[in-house]
């Protein structure tokens, strides 16, 4: 009986090693080859010039809006007190109006991102699976991320970038 368990113990070990050498693995360098695509670079530029753009039109609201407060605070001596929270009062609308418009900014900022880089992983993700294919791979993991442990295996990085036709 014992040595039928050390049999059984055997052949199941042998099983598990064979399944486990079924598998095939790989790993890749996404964020390097993300960054090598043209697509990538094209979009990140467009991105930031957007952005400096926003940026540029909401900070000359802001010194328009501050020159204007300033004036008022340097007039304010001179005016009643009604006319004082009058102007208080268009200063901090002004104030929530510029808040808006750098929310809104930002929103089109992240709607031109998204935008962007769907094409980009549509493209890289049919060049993963193209090259997972061809070379009869299950998984390829992000050499990059956070949960792999070992980089042994194959690399595929080099695959990817032929297959997106990248250097």
Do not use: C, W
């Not at 001179?78 to 750098?102: C, F, P």
């Not at 090259?131 to 990085?157: M, P, R, S």
């Amino acid at each position: 009986m014992k040595r039928l368990s050390v049999l059984f113990a055997a052949v199941l070990m042998m099983m598990s090693f064979t399944a486990l050498k079924a598998q095939k693995l790989a790993h890749a360098d996404i964020a390097g080859i993300l960054n090598a695509m043209p697509e990538m670079k094209k979009a990140n530029e467009q991105l930031e010039a957007l952005g400096k753009m926003k940026q540029a039109e909401l900070g000359k609201l802001q010194q328009a809006l501050q020159t204007k407060a300033q004036g008022y605070q340097q007039e304010a001596a001179k005016q009643t007190a009604q006319v004082n929270q009058q102007r208080d009062a268009e200063i901090q609308k002004e104030a929530d109006n510029l808040q808006k418009m750098g929310q809104a900014a930002q929103k089109d900022v992240a709607d031109k991102q998204e935008a962007l880089y769907i094409p980009i992983d549509k493209k890289l993700n049919d060049a993963l699976a193209a090259v997972a294919k061809a070379k009869g791979l299950e998984y390829i993991f992000d050499a990059n991320g956070q949960g792999l442990a070992y980089k042994g295996g194959l690399d595929v990085t080099a695959d990817i970038k032929k297959q997106l036709g990248i250097q």
